[in-house]
């Protein structure tokens, strides 16, 4: 009766590693894997590059703004060329056609801006491809180990629990993956496209004050 209660309490379990649980989804699971090393490459390529195109001196526009109202032009364009941020790009721009109309200005300048942003958003409409690919590749997973459970039970004419079950986790796991993949490449995808936004938001004051700088006569 003891030993009956004993093997009751503790039945044998067999515990998967990451690495075996992830192979048991399946062939479908390489493709699923391969998106999300894309994904992490993508998202960390593009965060690295915002962060080196973005960041500036707090002042830097403050600088240009004082140089060009004493007339300096030359330490205006010193301080644009030596900053290596996307705000220093656009603004080398607009100093580069000073001289010229001011409408021919705001238009170089705003073409200046739309490359900026251009190369900001470069690969980042794949992690919005991945976001919905991903899913997508985890659910034929998911549907073609169910075909394949049903396709055993018809041609051995036996309903065993243990099959259904133990085979529906398998493929199940390609659906829990592939869901995972997305989440995380739609997150990313956001999250870079919000700091873009931000930069615009930035850019177009930084160059509406270097335009009204040009409007005041130098001192």
């Given at each position: 009766?003891?030993?009956?209660?004993?093997?009751?309490?503790?039945?044998?379990?067999?515990?998967?590693?990451?690495?075996?649980?992830?192979?048991?989804?399946?062939?479908?699971?390489?493709p699923?894997?391969?998106?999300?090393?894309?994904?992490?490459?993508?998202?960390?390529?593009?965060?690295?590059?915002?962060?080196?195109?973005?960041?500036?001196?707090?002042?830097?526009?403050?600088?240009?703004?004082?140089?060009?109202?004493?007339g300096?032009i030359a330490?205006?364009?010193?301080?644009?060329?030596?900053?290596?941020?996307?705000?220093?790009n656009?603004?080398?721009?607009?100093?580069?056609?000073?001289?010229?109309?001011?409408?021919?200005?705001?238009?170089?300048m705003?073409?200046a801006?739309?490359?900026?942003?251009?190369?900001?958003?470069?690969?980042?409409?794949?992690?919005?491809?991945i976001?919905?690919v991903?899913?997508?590749?985890?659910f034929?997973?998911?549907?073609?180990?169910?075909?394949?459970?049903?396709?055993?039970?018809?041609?051995?004419?036996?309903?065993?629990?243990?099959?259904?079950?133990?085979?529906?986790?398998?493929?199940?796991?390609?659906s829990?993956?592939?869901?995972?993949?997305?989440?995380?490449?739609?997150?990313?995808?956001?999250?870079l496209?919000?700091?873009?936004?931000?930069?615009?938001?930035?850019?177009?004051?930084?160059?509406?004050?270097?335009?009204?700088?040009?409007?005041?006569?130098?001192?």
């Amino acid at each position: 009766m003891q030993t009956m209660i004993l093997q009751i309490a503790a039945p044998p379990q067999d515990e998967l590693t990451f690495i075996e649980l992830m192979m048991k989804g399946g062939i479908v699971m390489i493709p699923i894997l391969l998106l999300s090393l894309a994904a992490i490459y993508v998202a960390v390529e593009r965060y690295l590059y915002l962060r080196s195109a973005i960041t500036r001196d707090n002042n830097f526009v403050s600088k240009i703004t004082r140089s060009l109202s004493t007339g300096n032009i030359a330490e205006a364009k010193r301080y644009a060329q030596d900053d290596d941020s996307a705000t220093g790009n656009i603004i080398s721009a607009g100093i580069d056609s000073i001289g010229r109309p001011m409408r021919e200005i705001e238009s170089l300048m705003e073409s200046a801006t739309n490359i900026e942003v251009a190369m900001m958003e470069r690969n980042t409409g794949y992690l919005g491809i991945i976001a919905g690919v991903a899913p997508m590749l985890g659910f034929i997973g998911t549907i073609t180990g169910i075909i394949h459970i049903f396709y055993n039970i018809s041609i051995q004419d036996n309903i065993n629990i243990g099959v259904i079950s133990g085979g529906l986790y398998e493929k199940m796991i390609t659906s829990g993956t592939g869901l995972g993949v997305g989440i995380i490449a739609y997150v990313a995808y956001h999250l870079l496209q919000l700091r873009i936004g931000r930069f615009t938001l930035q850019i177009q004051k930084d160059v509406f004050d270097f335009l009204r700088s040009l409007q005041v006569p130098a001192k």
